[in-house]
Antibody, heavy 115, light 106 residues
Framework: VQLVESGGGLVQPGKSLKLSCSAS????????MHWIRQAPGKGLDWVAY???????VYADAVKGRFTISRDNAKNTLYLQLNSLKSEDTAIYYC??????????WGQGVMVTVSS | DVQMTQSLSYLAASPGESVSISCKAS??????LAWYQQKPGEAYKLLIY???TLQSGTPSRFSGSGSGTDFTLTIRSLEPEDFGLYYC????????FGSGTKLEIK
């Protein structure tokens, strides 16, 4: 199982960014997937979940601004980040869902929101 | 929201010792609790779920206990590779993590 995030970088407040998570080594379409983030020097915060049938759930802090999606043909998970705020600065991890816990994680991608 | 508290942010121990890391939920979460380990430069690793079920590949020196609001991760006879960061996570209502406990070599 391998999960590789990409798409991070420096972005101004109010702008948008789209993260990708490329999955391999398992049947991607059969698993729910999560995004989790970790602000610098802080703990882990769950961001969003998408089920194998594309149902979605969001943390209150990002609801209405972030959108999780998946492309099973490309074995890729996405996170669209809109209306970014400085408090969204974090390492963003994708993770595979196993019985509502995360059994495999990517290495993470850094998103910095700053003017 | 369910808040998770790991009271110890730092713990120092020697190889061969046993340690326990505690985690407390702000309300009962039954046994919907997982433990994760992170080591520098490595991806997070799931150690235990459902409070006490070892994930495949987790060494038997790791054990989890508790239900309701109080949980403990115990590592018997510490190995050098066990030093790192440990987080608890509840998945009873959405998902929240504890603040982490850093286990360092004494």
């Amino acid at each position: 199982v391998q999960l590789v995030e990409s798409g991070g970088g420096l972005v101004q407040p109010g702008k948008s960014l789209k993260l990708s998570c490329s999955a391999s080594g398992f049947t991607f379409s059969s698993y729910g997937m999560h995004w989790i983030r970790q602000a610098p020097g802080k703990g882990l915060d769950w961001v969003a979940y998408i089920s194998s049938s594309s149902g979605t759930v969001y943390a209150d802090a990002v609801k209405g601004r972030f959108t999780i999606s998946r492309d099973n043909a490309k074995n890729t998970l996405y996170l669209q980040l809109n209306s970014l705020k400085s408090e969204d600065t974090a390492i963003y991890y994708c993770a595979r869902s196993l019985r509502r816990v995360y059994d495999y994680w990517g290495q993470g991608v850094m998103v910095t929101v700053s003017s | 929201d369910v808040q998770m508290t790991q009271s110890l942010s730092y713990l120092a121990a020697s190889p061969g010792e046993s340690v326990s890391i505690s985690c407390k939920a702000s309300k009962s979460i039954s046994n919907y609790l997982a433990w994760y380990q992170q080591k520098p430069g490595e991806a997070y690793k799931l150690l235990i779920y459902s409070g006490s079920t070892l994930q495949s590949g987790t060494p038997s020196r790791f054990s989890g206990s508790g239900s309701g609001t109080d949980f403990t991760l115990t590592i018997r006879s510490l190995e050098p590779e066990d030093f790192g960061l440990y987080y608890c996570q509840q998945y009873y209502e959405k998902f929240t993590f504890g603040s982490g406990t850093k286990l360092e070599i004494k």
